[in-house]
Nanobody, 118 residues
């Protein structure tokens, strides 16, 4: 599965951005898809994800501000980010996991930079 993120950029605190992740495979055939982020000097952390059952999970720090969604017809995952804060500054990565008879496979996009100025 190839993943290509887009939509990052520079925004002022309080602003909004929408990230997109285009997958090379129909997203309906992928077990889980989600967004992670990594700030300088910090470990990569989960931002939001769809579970295999279709429910959503959000990091506490983004609840009520970020919304994950997907369009299976377009094989695209989205992350709507509102009320952005300086601490949201990071490289955002799209992640996909598939489970086959070969086991679990995880795929990452190249990342897109989000910079929030205070």
């Amino acid at each position: 599965v190839q993943l290509v993120e887009s939509g990052g950029g520079l925004v002022q605190a309080g602003g909004s951005l929408r990230l997109s992740c285009a997958a090379s495979r129909n997203t309906g055939s992928i077990n889980t898809m989600g967004w992670y982020r990594q700030a300088p000097g910090k470990q990569r952390e989960l931002v939001a994800t769809f579970t295999s059952g279709g429910s959503t999970v959000y990091a506490d720090s983004v609840k009520g501000r970020f919304t994950i969604s997907r369009d299976n017809a377009k094989s695209t995952l989205y992350l709507q980010m509102n009320s952005l804060k300086a601490e949201d500054t990071a490289v955002y990565y799209c992640n996909a996991k598939t489970i086959t008879s070969m086991g679990l496979s995880a795929y990452w996009g190249q990342g897109t930079q989000v910079t929030v100025s205070s």
